[in-house]
């Protein structure tokens, strides 16, 4: 009997502090008006206070995964976190989760790939459980973008904000759950988007803080270009390999980087508006959160056997497509 992964709970958290764009129109040069039509972003979230890190609100979200679908820490088997912004360069932000909800009987790491981690990351765990290895396997995407923010750099502080979720993977043996993937990366994307300093070609240094480079650097319109074609191409392409027409997909789970750049992925799968998972205009780009944020906003509505296409682009350059059927009817916890 095939053996599928299926999504079978999520979680998320998001802090309380909203930034609005009539905030930033304080801080640096910037208009509601310029950051709405170009990005779609209206606030974001900051995740506030000393000594906060990225694991402060993946611990939150798989907390309220595991209640929701009532797991015990003690049955997980493998935790991955998908992030940019681990709580320091080593141990691995999963291993700070994992010990913060009682995660104890299982193995953790972190993946890196840019805005595309969460996707690679649900790729990789679902091996786990597709090849009978393990039974519950937890994906976390989270992200304290603030913290490597410049906020006197008008072009990227208006994008970026922090959040997390976190989904469960189960076996599943009725052809529920990821059924298909497009991953990919293109390393000479590198210089376009990234953060400069800090690792292990150019450590710390006070020069390296006087020159700003532990910021993220990016080169916005290039990027652009670049992330409305893969990401459209890519979900064009598991659409036609698994001969979803538009009809048959009910639902586009797009990264939130910019609103223009989702809207040409839906154009090019030929789908309408109504069919498209779409938060940014409250998160902004959360990084690793987008995607598992928009499932736990959507959460309610979706159904068993809905086709999802998911599609993410990153720094790096990283991006691809997940197609997925939905396993389960949302039922609120009371
Ligand atoms: C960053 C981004 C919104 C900028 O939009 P853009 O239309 O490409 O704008 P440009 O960078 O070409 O800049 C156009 C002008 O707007 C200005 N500008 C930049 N940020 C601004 C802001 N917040 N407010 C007002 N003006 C701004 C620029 O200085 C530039 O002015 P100039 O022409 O006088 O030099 C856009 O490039 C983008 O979304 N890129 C992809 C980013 C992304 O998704 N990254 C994550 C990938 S996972």
Redesign the pocket.
């Known amino acids: 009997m095939k053996i599928t992964a299926a999504i079978t709970g999520i979680g998320s958290y998001v802090p309380d502090y909203v930034l609005t764009n009539l905030e930033?129109e304080k801080m640096?040069?910037?208009?509601d008006e310029?950051?709405t039509s170009?990005?779609g972003i209206k606030e974001r979230r900051i995740l506030k206070g000393e000594d906060q890190g990225t694991s402060v609100m993946g611990i939150k979200a798989v907390q309220q995964l595991l209640e929701k679908t009532g797991t015990r820490p003690e049955e997980v088997d493998l935790l991955i976190c998908a992030t940019v912004t681990p709580d320091m360069l080593f141990p691995a932000t999963a291993n700070i989760i994992a010990n913060g909800v009682g995660i104890a009987r299982a193995f953790s790491y972190d993946m890196n790939a840019?805005?595309?981690g969460f996707l690679f990351a649900l790729a990789t765990g679902a091996q786990f459980v597709q090849s009978g290895t393990y039974k519950k396997v937890v994906i976390v995407g989270a992200d304290k973008m603030s913290a490597i923010v410049d906020y006197t750099d008008?072009?990227?502080?208006?994008?970026f904000g922090d959040g997390a979720g976190a989904v469960l993977l189960e076996p599943n043996t009725e052809g529920y759950g990821l059924l298909d993937q497009v991953l990919r990366t293109d390393g000479s994307g590198e210089a376009y988007?990234y953060q400069k300093a800090g690792g292990s070609r150019r450590p710390p240094t006070h020069e390296t803080v006087d020159r700003r480079e532990h910021f993220i650097y990016?080169?916005?319109?290039t990027?652009?270009k670049f992330?409305v074609k893969s990401m459209a191409d890519v979900a064009a392409q598991v659409m036609e390999r698994n001969h979803l027409g538009n009809d048959d997909v009910a639902w586009l789970v797009p990264?939130q980087?910019?609103k223009?750049?989702i809207d040409a992925t839906a154009h090019r799968m030929g789908v309408g508006p109504e069919k498209v998972m779409l938060n940014i205009q409250r998160y902004g780009?959360t990084?690793n959160g987008t995607i598992p944020l928009c499932l736990s906003d959507y959460e309610s509505q979706l159904r068993r056997g809905d086709n999802l296409v998911l599609a993410?682009?990153?720094?790096g350059f990283t991006w691809g497509s997940v197609y997925l059927k939905w396993a389960y009817d949302y039922q609120a916890v009371s």
């Open positions: 930033l640096v040069d910037t208009t310029w950051i170009r990005t840019a805005c595309s008008r072009a990227n502080c208006i994008i988007l990016q080169e916005g319109a990027v652009f992330a990264h980087a910019n223009r750049i780009n990084t993410a682009f990153g720094g």
